[in-house]
């Protein structure tokens, strides 16, 4: 993957606007989890979520793709390129906490 800049990114409210603030996401074993939406955006042609989990008092975010079904439907996904995650998430790091030279 290219080097990504904020530059790129274009914020998103399409899971917001079909599912509300929240979303219920069940697991391989399906245990269920609720996910506040924290943010959406769009880099290129792809879609990312960034959610928190509502019942953790960590700051730790998960980050997923956003995709549409065959059937027209949202579908988070989990971001399986090892590269594309890492530059996911700095990128979404940087939109979030601004380097000290950018303020």
């Known amino acids: 993957m290219t080097e990504l800049s904020s530059d790129q990114v ?3 409210n399409r899971l917001k606007e079909a599912f509300g ?3 219920e996401l069940e ?3 399906g245990t269920t989890s609720v996910y506040d939406l924290t943010a959406e955006f769009v880099v290129g042609d792809q879609s990312y979520a960034v959610l928190l989990r509502v ?3 960590s700051d730790e975010y998960d ?3 956003i995709i549409t079904s065959a059937e027209g439907k949202l579908e ?3 971001i399986d390129d090892d590269e ?3 530059n996911i998430a700095e990128l979404y790091d940087e939109l979030t906490f ?4 950018d303020i």
């Open 10 to 12: 274009e914020w998103s």
């Open 21 to 23: 603030p929240t979303v």
């Open 27 to 29: 697991d391989e074993e």
């Open 55 to 57: 019942d953790d008092d």
């Open 63 to 65: 980050i997923l793709k």
């Open 76 to 78: 988070l996904v989990t």
């Open 84 to 86: 594309e995650w890492e």
């Open 98 to 101: 601004p380097q000290e030279n």
